[in-house]
């Protein structure tokens, strides 16, 4: 036989071996899944602090177009939207969040209540999404609407002839936005599964114990002579085997 399908033959069964191996424990890779899902759920349902997002639309307003204006050009347009990062930069600075704080007697730092904000652009537009991420769905509302109020001053403040406005304002999150209790289950069973899976594969790629004699043939080129038939079950090993053994002995 050639060498390449002696190689061949051996990957097939070593694959075969290996399904076999995977099919015979399924029972073992199904109770790590669960295992794996239920421990992911729990965390996520009861462990985890659920986050909630409440988020406010604004509009930028540059000095230079009109409401009335029937020329507006696509100059004047591309300014409003590189406008929207400077007014992100002034959304987040100390001055206008810790006017924020005050407004809405909240019991955060500047910089806690840095960490839940955040804002972008909407589809490249001239219009930014303020955002809210915290643990109580009406703090979030609340914080939001502040900014919203107090974010137009602060930009009229610094940057003359320039404005937002409030397009959408936020409404209290009826559910939360992470953790995703699915997800987490979903991973936490992938996980059990990958895990389960692994397991079983590595011990029989490291178990060496030889159990069918065409292995030695095909494996080392190693002939077999003679195979001794497995007659006896074993209970009946278990029943007889010791008084074989000292019936031999003793006829020695």
């Known amino acids: 036989m050639p060498a390449g399908t002696q190689e061949k033959d051996l990957a097939e069964i070593d694959l075969i ?5 995977l099919w015979r424990r399924g029972w073992v890779i199904l109770l790590t899944m669960l295992l794996c899902g239920a421990a992911a759920f729990s965390c996520a349902a009861f462990l985890m602090t659920p986050l909630y997002q409440s988020s406010a639309l604004m509009y930028v307003n540059n000095g230079s177009i009109s409401v009335g204006d029937a020329y507006v050009s696509l100059a004047d347009l591309n300014a409003s939207k590189t406008l929207v990062d400077s007014y992100i930069v002034i959304m987040k600075t100390r001055l206008t969040l810790n006017e924020v704080i005050e407004r809405a007697d909240l019991d955060y730092t500047y ?26 769905p009406a703090e979030t509302e609340r914080i939001a609407n502040t900014i919203v109020d107090v974010l137009p001053d602060k930009i009229s403040e610094i940057m003359e002839g320039s404005s937002a406005r409030a397009v959408d304002y936020a409404v209290v999150p009826d559910r939360r936005s992470s953790p995703s209790v699915l997800k987490y289950t979903a991973a936490g069973l992938l996980a059990g599964l990958i895990l389960s899976c692994g397991i079983i594969v590595l011990r029989e790629l490291f ?3 030889i159990r069918e004699d065409e292995y030695l043939a095909q494996a ?4 077999v002579l003679a195979n001794i038939p497995d007659l006896l079950s074993s ?6 085997g010791g008084c074989d053994a000292y019936y031999g002995a003793g006829k020695e």
């Open 111 to 136: 910089e806690e209540l840095c960490e839940m904000v955040s804002a972008d652009a909407v589809n490249a537009t001239e219009i930014f999404r303020i955002t809210v991420t915290g643990p109580d």
């Open 17 to 21: 071996r290996l399904a076999a191996a």
């Open 235 to 240: 209970r009946e090993r278990a029943g007889y």
């Open 220 to 223: 080392y080129g190693l002939p």
């Open 207 to 209: 178990d060496d114990q």
